[in-house]
T-cell receptor, first 112, second 114 residues
């Protein structure tokens, strides 16, 4: 049973067409939720950390939000350079400092 | 560039051969992780080091896998008697503060087992 589920698996947008990616999690106690970006053939690149429900973080065209059961990554007016796979990961309360549990990711393609 | 460096970037080997990957973390990062990623999947945790001590290993890490970080700097991941199911991208990451979830990943070492 997956502890981190991301949807959709793939998303195609036109440049400027805003949308959201979803990450739902089923861990007993959430210590932190993290968003990463991964370009083809590269390692993941850290974007955000969210610790508690209601928290929001922003970076350029990206905004991450957190509820008690899911997180959203909102992409406002995306550009082709935002095309990448976006990974969500969680850390459980009893696993502080150790493994992050990753979802399978959402592959975003933005066309001009 | 002072990012995480991994070598080799690509390795093609025949089933049954041994392979070794090296990771050079960002200087002064005392926490180092190994993850494995297959196509269409997210990274899966394998093991991590705090300085030279290996503190946790995943159940995914069979007896054929061994990792070391002898002086608390670079790390090696060795796979003995490779199998086709070992084909994957092996990612190394380092950090100074694991509680933030901010890991700095290398570009990975891609293994293909024929």
């Amino acid at each position: 049973e997956d502890q981190v589920t991301q949807s959709p698996e793939a998303l195609r947008l036109q440049e400027g067409e805003s949308s959201s990616l979803n990450c739902s999690y089923t861990v007993s106690g959430l210590r932190g939720l993290f968003w990463y970006r991964q370009d083809p053939g590269k390692g993941p690149e850290f974007l955000f950390t969210l610790y508690s429900a209601g928290e929001e973080k922003e970076k350029e065209r990206l905004k991450a939000t957190l509820t008690k059961k899911e997180s959203f990554l909102h992409i406002t007016a995306p550009k082709p350079e935002d095309s990448a796979t976006y990974l969500c990961a969680v850390q459980e309360v009893n696993q502080a400092g150790t493994a992050l549990i990753f979802g399978k990711g959402t592959t975003l393609s933005v066309s001009s | 560039d002072t990012g995480v460096s991994q070598n080799p970037r690509h390795k093609i080997t025949k089933r049954g051969q041994n392979v070794t990957f090296r990771c050079d973390p960002i200087s002064e990062h005392n926490r180092l992780y190994w993850y494995r990623q297959t196509l269409g999947q997210g990274p899966e945790f394998l093991t991590y080091f705090q300085n030279e001590a290996q503190l946790e290993k995943s159940r995914l890490l069979s007896d054929r896998f061994s990792a070391e970080r002898p002086k608390g700097s670079f790390s090696t991941l060795e796979i003995q008697r490779t199998e086709q199911g070992d084909s994957a991208m092996y990612l190394c990451a380092s950090t100074t503060n694991p509680n933030t979830g901010e890991l700095f990943f290398g570009e990975g070492s891609r293994l293909t087992v024929l």
